[in-house]
């Protein structure tokens, strides 16, 4: 079992920065991946970012060039750096630790971006 907790949404204009933190504990040597996702009401989660155990990464094309995925091993981590934020980019943020087997998710926390 592996337990996912974000913290770091909120409110902030157009062109501002947010960090996210996903703290992951549990089953750790099981994790291959981590990575971040969002849903919009009505919509399908989609993919954010996400990054390997080796430390390998993969953007959405519509995040790319602002936001940084990376994670600190030594505090079990992960962290969304989210800059240049639009106010499409407003929803719920979810945390994501995939295993051989199975996929773990945080609670949520909510970002939103005003014009």
């Known amino acids: 079992q592996v337990q996912l907790v974000e913290s770091g949404g909120g409110l902030v204009q157009a062109g501002g920065s947010l960090r996210l933190s996903c703290a992951a504990s549990g089953n750790l040597f099981s994790i291959n991946t981590m990575g971040w996702y969002r849903q919009a009401p009505g919509k399908k989660r989609e993919l954010v970012a996400i990054i390997t155990s080796s430390g390998s990464t993969n953007y959405a094309a519509s995040v790319k060039g602002r936001f940084t995925i990376s994670r600190n091993n030594a505090k079990n981590t992960v962290y969304l750096q989210m800059d240049s934020l639009k106010p499409e980019d407003t929803t719920v943020y979810y945390c994501?630790?995939?295993?051989?087997?199975?996929?773990?998710w945080g609670q949520g926390t909510q970002v939103t971006v005003s014009s």
């Open positions: 994501n630790a995939a295993t051989k087997n199975n996929l773990y």
